[in-house]
T-cell receptor, first 116, second 112 residues
């Protein structure tokens, strides 16, 4: 149980284009989803938190107009990197948390974004 | 300020050589402490949640313990497949969507 998928697993795009990453909870309802960014050999950096049906809450320093997050259903959240630039190249990981009181976040496999 | 510190930063063991990883924390009102394992190029895999001092949890060769100031992840007779980065995170009771505060991880390498 508690499986989270991400798609695509890897994407290469040209500078200036937009990229959408999907995060799905496959066997539970995710009331809250989180989006992280991870640089090589560093820990996870939380970008934003989204609750189903509500606007995402962004961490300080994260541009909400650049990183658009939508959490339209209890099983799907999307992250769109708009007008991507090479400095946006990174490993993006989502996690999902359900109704359970354990508060455990279950992570997707991650998406490697490379902007040329 | 809430903080999580993991040590050592890196650890190299021989297969079968038991050891412990440390996660020390300062947080006002601990709701839970989480251990994850992360393989290169993959998302973190959930291992344990600990809620109160004195609590212990086990899974195969791993055992996690918790005190009021720190948590240990004990690895008994490790195998090469236990090689990974082990991440510790804490969660406060109040506010901020109960987000996790992360340590920088311990990179474990187990040699055959």
């Amino acid at each position: 149980g508690a499986v989270v998928s991400q798609h695509p697993s890897r994407v290469i795009c040209k500078s200036g284009t937009s990229v959408k990453i999907e995060c799905r909870s496959l066997d539970f309802q995710a009331t809250t989803m989180f989006w992280y960014r991870q640089f090589p050999k560093q820990s996870l950096m939380l970008m934003a938190t989204s609750n189903e049906g509500s606007k995402a809450t962004y961490e300080q320093g994260v541009e909400k107009d650049k990183f658009l997050i939508n959490h339209a259903s209890l099983t799907l959240s999307t992250l769109t990197v708009t007008s991507a630039h090479p400095e946006d190249s990174s490993f993006y990981i989502c996690s999902a948390r359900g109704h359970s009181s354990t508060d455990t976040q279950y992570f997707g496999p991650g998406t490697r974004l490379t902007v040329l | 300020e809430d903080q999580v510190t993991q040590s050592p930063e890196a650890l190299r063991l021989q297969e079968g050589e038991s050891s412990s990883l440390n996660c020390s924390y300062t947080v006002s009102g601990l709701r839970g402490l989480f251990w994850y394992r992360q393989d290169p190029g993959k998302g973190p895999e959930f291992l344990f949640t600990l809620y109160s001092a004195g609590e212990e949890k086990e899974k195969e060769r791993l055992k996690a313990t918790l005190t009021k100031k720190e948590s240990f992840l004990h690895i008994t007779a490790p195998k090469p497949e236990d090689s990974a980065t082990y991440l510790c995170a804490v969660q406060r009771y109040a506010g901020n969507n109960r987000k996790l505060i992360w340590g920088l991880g311990t990179s474990l390498a187990v040699n055959p």
